[in-house]
């Protein structure tokens, strides 16, 4: 079994200003790191893509130790960072202490802030 270390993008939707605009949400993309463990590293070549090109989807499944925060916004993970690329969190299973994610395509939403 391999080790992992990395990031998990949460996405919440909060409220962007209530003083000046009430009632607009955005989502608002943080990133944590965790450590935990590869438990299956399996990828494959999407053959029901509409591209021209098959894309790519990782079956990994990756066990990470959860803190309160991951406990608390479980519903709000959507990706996990693995050899460069963001990949969408395609199911969450909880065996306290630790949550078990599978993942799947190429997350494609909003990138983190960096300021």
């Known amino acids: 079994m391999a080790r992992f270390f ?3 993008g949460f996405v919440k939707t909060e409220e962007t200003d209530p003083e000046d605009h009430p009632g607009v949400w955005d989502p608002v993309l943080t990133e944590r790191e965790y450590y935990g463990d590869v438990i299956r590293n399996n990828r494959r070549w999407d053959q029901n893509s509409s591209g021209v ?14 803190d309160d925060y991951a406990n608390r916004y479980m519903g709000a993970m959507k990706y996990v960072r693995w050899h ?17 994610l599978t993942l799947g395509g190429v997350y494609d939403g909003p990138e983190p802030d960096e300021g």
């Open 6 to 8: 990395g990031k998990i």
């Open 53 to 66: 090109n098959d894309n790519l989807v990782i079956n990994n499944t990756i066990s990470i130790v959860a």
């Open 84 to 100: 460069g690329e963001r990949w969408q969190i395609s199911t969450i299973e909880v065996q306290r202490p630790r949550i078990i």
